[in-house]
């Protein structure tokens, strides 16, 4: 099993910035890819970003330039910088872990969501 726990979520200005956190425990060594998502209420939750263990990143494009993920595996760590943030950047951001196993499919994990909220 695995536990995700994000922080640095809050209240920002238009233009303002946020570095979320989410810190991996437990058998963190199944781990590949870790991931942010985010879901606005009554929207479907959209993939933001993600790295794999060997620092290979994907963006999605209303993201990019603006938010930079980052991955200390070291600590179990993963990181996303937010910058310029946006109004309708507003939603509940969710940490995710891949894990592998050779009896089941992969596993998503999730983190307890953190509120992000940009003010106009």
């Known amino acids: 099993q695995v536990q995700l726990v994000e922080s640095g979520g809050g209240l920002v200005q238009a233009g303002g910035s946020l570095r979320l956190s989410c810190a991996a425990s437990g058998d963190t060594i199944c781990i590949s890819t870790m991931g942010w998502y985010r879901q606005a209420p009554g929207k479907e939750r959209e993939l933001l970003a993600a790295i794999t263990s060997g620092g290979s990143t994907y963006y999605a494009d209303y993201v990019k330039g603006r938010f930079t993920i980052s991955r200390d595996n070291a600590k179990n760590t993963v990181y996303l910088q937010m910058n310029s943030l946006k109004p309708e950047d507003t939603a509940v951001y969710y940490c995710?872990?891949?894990?592998?196993?050779?009896?089941?499919?992969?596993?998503?994990?999730w983190g307890q969501g953190t509120q992000v909220t940009v003010s106009s």
């Open positions: 995710n872990a891949d894990c592998l196993s050779y009896l089941s499919p992969p596993t998503k994990y």
